[in-house]
């Protein structure tokens, strides 16, 4: 609910790129990357998962989605060929929690590699927490600050709809390339 909720009704909704290549990283089950599929934008999923790829594929398939619109893809996020023009949009949902803690200087600087200048990130930040273990790794405001501020300005930080079981521990982000 939190993707669809800042894409079609915050205000910050006019700033969102209609238009060309979105990725979601660690797309699982491939619900956000259909979402952000149309003639316009071209959503990629992207995922290490071999089985959640084909799930993704099977999946396209019976829809009836082109390829055009959505594209899944076994791959490492940290080092995939970027298409041409890279990414004008990203959704990042849970996927910086998955990664240990010490990747995430290295998440950062793939962010900034992968979207192109005045690009939008859309992070889901969850859990909003402080435990140690994980996966998933607790997260804070302050720690994607930490990875994004040098390449990116913050545009919104808010709370979001949330599935039951997560309320109150998750907001939603939107940085924009600088």
């Known amino acids: 609910p939190a993707l669809r909720e800042v894409i079609e009704e915050k205000p910050i909704a006019a700033q969102i790129p209609k238009s060309g290549n979105a990725l979601v990283p660690g797309c699982g089950r491939g619900v ?6 149309n003639e316009t934008r071209k959503a990629y999923g992207l995922d290490i998962s071999p089985i959640a790829v084909q799930q993704c594929k099977d999946l396209q398939a019976e829809k009836g989605i082109p390829e055009s619109q959505v594209t899944f893809f076994v791959d490492d996020f940290f ?12 959704y990042d949902y849970t996927f910086f929690c998955a990664i240990n803690p010490e990747l995430r200087p290295a998440w950062g600087r793939r962010m900034a590699e992968l979207i192109s200048k005045d690009g939008v990130l859309i992070t889901l930040m969850f859990p909003l927490a402080n435990h140690t273990d994980g996966p998933p790794f607790a997260v804070s405001e302050d720690a994607y600050h930490e990875q994004l501020d040098a390449n990116f300005e913050v545009l919104l930080i808010d709370q979001c709809s949330s599935f039951k079981p997560r309320e109150g521990k998750e907001k939603i982000g939107v940085w924009r390339r600088k």
């Open 79 to 90: 080092k995939f060929e970027i298409p041409a023009g890279g990414f004008q949009l990203i």
């Open 32 to 37: 956000d990357v259909f979402y952000l599929g």
